[in-house]
């Protein structure tokens, strides 16, 4: 005679809203009821928000299906495991780059290599396939790589150690085929790093100075394999000439090709964003940048004249041709003891310069949902303030100049239109030290160290403060608005002038980082919480994702290691023994045989993926059939139990059929 169960579940769910979530699903092991109640919508949702300490004005993820799986998305998927420390770099390693693929990446060191790593191994385990030495070229060390969008050429950026070795760098593109160099491109200053526009084209940069606070940045469009076809067919062409004020550049150059957008919103911040909409008429500030350069022929002999040489005859130069032009010069100049310093009359001239000689912006409307077209946007750090970076810099690419066919050297330019004024400016207020796109270009994440509230800049050589904090900025390029709630757990310590760059990287759930705190960090897209810390013996300069499994993530570190990370699901799942299949005959005799048969042997892949699930109480198809197999030696337990009355939740579970259910503790892979 069967008999009705002991509890009613709404009792047995009170009981379980006080467990762990880790003893909910040990205990719904007990019997079929207590299954049926552990695996409860409005317990698992109760236990996520108590869990990861969310506010519950945030809602569950639009994708997730369920309260259960989306929990266990975040602590079961996460790549916080070290499963492998690749040591062949001989000091610093600065930067990881994934293959659109991810079947590759590649690496730079302050050893002046770069290596390229395999990741589809038989075994699992990477391993090292081409290392390059780029000494022979006169470098300093390798310091930022990246492939191409076929992933037939790497992109390799450093720093030259020339004649001009103070700030001066240089790009490398290495096909992929065979590991030669097909060309060599100067970019200066260094940390302009360079990116590729399209699979045969990539930027760099040159920086000119004109004064003692003033320079102009050019970007320029290179070809990658640098053969000549015709003596009419370009091989570099100019793309931007871009004024810089107060001793600030141009860096970190990426492009972004923004699609429609389709994809949802990415929710950030559901109660901070509707006040910062209000006050983003009251509190957006948007400084003037202006371009001021040389023409073509003047860019290539300044780089063989004297510093103090070139300095002089820009400021000579300069006020023959605007004293009779530009209003409200000799204003200045009379009034120049009126508490204005030189420097401060060089900022104002070279502004006054800009605004006479600077082409209009090409407005950039914000996107609406489902309109607009594809747009390609040239990102990079800049400033107008001081010279350490605090501005994001957005200019629009138009179709017809992504190629270097067409005009040379600014002929497209009337005489009074030869500089290129920004399209977007947003100000991080911050020294900005890394950036990373999402996946599908849409969302431009910052790394900043904030200055102090409501500081002001007297002196651009002696910058605000910089925080021990890092910000993690989030910035919508389809509305072109910077999301109000940044990210903030890792640290850095260095000052100002020893600031360096940390590289993070966006996968389609998670953003990861580096840290001057001896740790990488991951945090969820949607959630904005933390999930896990990655440790090191020294700081990480570099993550990266791959875009072929966001479960596999990698680390460099001035430990002069790579590490490589996975999460406990894929560890549990490469842990497990294969087993042999068994021969099958015809199958109409095969669905004969088992048609009504319910025995895991009707799932042909069940048996390789069930025991590592049920590992950690995970598994939500088979748990069933695992319970089944137990019964007979859960049996007797229950009924002793229920007998005396004395019902311990927290007794472990014998072995059965499927493994040693529950033999681990849940915690021994969370996230530290």
Not at 129 to 136: D, E, I, K, P, T
Not at 540 to 559: C, K
């Amino acid at each position: 005679m069967e008999c009705g169960p002991v509890l009613p579940d709404s009792l047995v769910l009170e009981i379980f809203l006080r467990l762990p979530h880790d003893a909910v699903l040990r205990v719904g092991l007990t019997c079929r009821q207590w299954l049926a109640v552990s695996r409860d919508e409005f317990l698992w949702r109760e236990l996520f928000y108590s869990y990861y300490r969310i506010p519950r004005s945030v809602p569950r993820h639009p994708a997730a299906v369920s309260w259960y799986k989306e929990f266990r998305r975040l602590f079961d998927c996460i790549p916080c495991v070290e499963v492998q420390t690749l040591r062949e770099h001989t000091d610093q390693v600065l930067h990881l780059a994934f293959s659109h693929r991810g079947h590759r990446f590649s690496s730079c060191s302050k050893d002046c290599t770069v290596k390229l790593w395999d990741t589809e191994r038989p075994d699992g385990n990477i391993s090292m396939v081409h290392s390059s030495s780029m000494r022979q070229f006169n470098w300093g060390y390798t310091q930022f790589s990246q492939f191409n969008a076929d992933d037939t050429l790497l992109l390799v950026s450093g720093v030259y150690l020339g004649p001009h070795h103070s700030s001066s760098g240089e790009i490398a593109v290495i096909s992929l085929e065979n590991y030669t160099l097909l060309s060599r491109v100067r970019n200066k200053p260094y940390d302009v790093f360079g990116c590729w526009l399209n699979e045969t084209h990539l930027i760099s940069g040159n920086l000119h100075w004109i004064g003692n606070m003033t320079s102009c940045s050019v970007l320029w469009l290179n070809k990658a394999f640098q053969d000549v076809e015709s003596e009419n067919v370009n091989v570099v062409k100019r793309l931007f000439k871009i004024q810089n004020v107060n001793a600030s550049t141009i860096r970190t150059v990426m492009v972004a090709h923004c699609r429609r957008h389709d994809n949802p919103d990415l929710l950030l911040d559901y109660e901070a964003q509707s006040q910062a909409r209000r006050q983003k008429g009251q509190q957006q500030h948007q400084p003037l940048l202006f371009d001021l350069g040389t023409s073509g022929s003047e860019e290539e002999d300044e780089e063989e004249e004297g510093v103090e040489e070139s300095q002089r005859e820009a400021r000579l130069g300069t006020c023959r041709h605007l004293q009779p032009t530009i209003s409200g010069l000799d204003h200045v100049m009379q009034n120049r003891n009126v508490g204005h310093t030189e420097l401060a009359i060089e900022t104002h001239v070279a502004k006054m310069m800009g605004r006479a000689h600077t082409k209009a912006p090409d407005l950039i409307e914000p996107s609406e949902p489902g309109e607009g077209e594809d747009k390609t946007y040239l990102l990079f750090t800049t400033g107008s303030l001081t010279y350490s970076p605090h501005q994001i810099g957005i200019k629009l690419i138009k179709p017809d100049q992504m190629t270097t066919c067409g005009p040379v050297l600014g002929e497209e330019r009337s005489s009074d239109e030869f500089f290129d004024s920004l399209d977007h400016v947003i100000d991080i207020h911050g020294h900005i030290i890394g950036m990373g796109l999402s996946p599908d270009h849409r969302y431009l994440y910052v790394n900043s160290r904030a200055w102090p509230a409501g500081c002001v800049i007297s002196d651009p050589m002696s910058p605000p403060p910089i925080a021990e904090e890092i910000d993690l900025h989030v910035i919508d390029l389809k509305n072109l608005r910077e999301e109000r709630r940044s990210l903030r757990a890792h640290r850095a310590f260095t000052p100002n002038d020893e600031c360096f760059f940390i590289f993070l990287d966006v996968s389609r759930d998670f953003v990861a980082s580096g840290a001057e705190d001896k740790h990488g960090y991951i945090w969820d897209r949607h959630y904005n919480i933390c999930l896990a810390r990655l440790a090191h013996d020294d700081v990480v300069n570099s993550v990266a994702f791959s875009p072929a499994d966001q479960e596999l993530l990698l680390s460099a570190s001035d430990d002069s290691t790579i590490k490589v990370w996975r999460s406990p699901r894929m560890v549990r799942l490469a842990q497990t023994p294969s087993r042999p299949l068994r021969p099958r005959g015809l199958l109409s005799s095969w669905l004969g045989r088992n048609k009504n048969s319910t025995s895991t042997s009707s799932l042909p892949q069940l048996p390789q993926l069930q025991a590592c699930e049920v590992y950690n109480g995970f598994d939500e198809n088979g748990i069933i059939s695992q319970i089944g197999a137990l019964a007979g030696q859960f049996s007797q337990r229950t009924e002793e139990r229920a007998a005396t009355g004395n019902v311990h939740l927290t007794d472990r579970p014998l072995k059965g059929g499927g493994g040693d259910i529950g033999a681990e503790s849940i915690d021994d892979v969370l996230p530290v």
